[in-house]
């Protein structure tokens, strides 16, 4: 695989770079399985701006990341790794889907806002990674149902077209999972925001 990438880039040594770091953040079990490599690599030279390697994997760096696969197979931490390489005014932060809505139940409808426009003292909203879209659940404030991510995820698309503030999400939903759980209207902006980057449905639980 790695003959084919073209890049000024040493991906072999960027990944034992990631696997040090993974050592350091997760114990020392922790290893990038052969495996996964197709998929590192696109993260990779997604958050590395490695512009050819991007165009020859046809991912568009304007969009987020959409990272999906089975449970266990490792989504989280590579975000959590990625952020490592990623260029200071890239910078994002990883935030489970499952946080946000114990916030919604304590704190209501400001906690949409705070997640895309972001917090009123704040100049400019921020790249966030919504790890584990799906996890969450549809949630009553004061009896009203609301789907916060679907909400979330709206907002966000606004900010993207806007302002081309991005988004990252992690999930172990399909497409048309997603679309059941959150409507065709936020799958269909999500096709505009991210690039897919999926496992392999059987790659096993590493946990």
């Given at each position: 695989m790695e003959n084919e990438i073209k890049s000024h880039y040493n991906y072999s040594e960027v990944i034992l770079w990631l696997e040090k770091k993974g050592t350091e953040l997760y114990g020392n079990h922790f290893k990038i399985v052969e495996t996964d490599y197709p998929i590192v690599y696109k993260l990779i030279a997604y958050f590395l701006k490695d512009e050819p390697t991007c165009f020859q994997y046809g991912i568009n760096l304007n969009k987020g990341i959409l990272l999906s696969g089975p449970v266990g197979c490792g989504k989280t931490s590579l975000m959590n790794l990625m952020k490592h390489l990623t260029p200071t005014e890239h910078k994002f932060l990883v935030k489970p889907c499952r946080d946000i809505s114990f916030e919604f139940i304590q704190d209501g409808y400001q906690i949409i806002h705070k997640y895309s426009i972001g917090k009123l003292y704040e100049s400019q909203p921020k790249t966030i990674c919504f790890d584990d879209l799906g996890i969450e659940n549809n949630l009553k404030y004061y009896g009203n149902e609301c789907n916060v991510m679907a909400e979330i995820l709206?907002?966000?698309?606004?900010?993207?077209?806007?302002?081309?503030?991005?988004?990252?999400?992690?999930?172990?939903?399909?497409?048309?999972?997603?679309e059941k759980h959150y409507g065709n209207r936020v799958r269909s902006r999500l096709r505009e925001m991210v690039n897919l980057i999926a496992y392999d449905k059987s790659t096993p639980d590493k946990r």
């Open positions: 709206l907002s966000r698309y606004d900010i993207f077209i806007s302002r081309k503030i991005q988004t990252h999400i992690t999930t172990n939903l399909s497409a048309t999972e997603i």
